[in-house]
Nanobody, 124 residues
Framework: QVQLVESGGGMVQAGDSLRLSCAAS????????MGWFRQAPGQEREFVAA????????YYADSAKGRFTISRDNAKNTGYLQMNNLKPEDTAVYYC?????????????????WGQGTQVTVSS
């Protein structure tokens, strides 16, 4: 069992940056692949970025490429999502998730553990 807690969300203006954190507790975080998803009101949860257990393989949604960076510090049991040049369409609740496995995973159905989410609001 893994517990995940996101933090770092907030209200920013277009062009600003935020860094989301995902603190893990429970079982060894380093053995889990992780991902970030987001969900805007009235929309389905969508994939943002994913990272393999050792940080060696990463994958991004087209909307995140060039602006977002996913990373992890296994020594601190923490994952991150650095978001630069934020746009109003990035407004959503952001969730981190993890699952066992050595690769990366892009479907929400692939993940076993989820955080409670952190709100990101970007104004124009």
């Amino acid at each position: 069992q893994v517990q995940l807690v996101e933090s770092g969300g907030g209200m920013v203006q277009a062009g600003d940056s935020l860094r989301l954190s995902c603190a893990a507790s429970g079982r060894t975080f380093s053995s889990y692949a992780m991902g970030w998803f987001r969900q805007a009101p009235g929309q389905e949860r969508e994939f943002v970025a994913a990272l393999s257990w050792n940080g060696g393989i990463m994958y991004y949604a087209d909307s995140a490429k060039g602006r977002f960076t996913i990373s992890r510090d296994n020594a601190k049991n923490t994952g991150y999502l650095q978001m630069n040049n934020l746009k109003p369409e990035d407004t959503a609740v952001y969730y981190c998730a993890c699952r066992g496995g050595s690769y990366y995973y892009t479907s929400a159905h692939d993940y076993d553990y989820w955080g409670q989410g952190t709100q990101v609001t970007v104004s124009s």
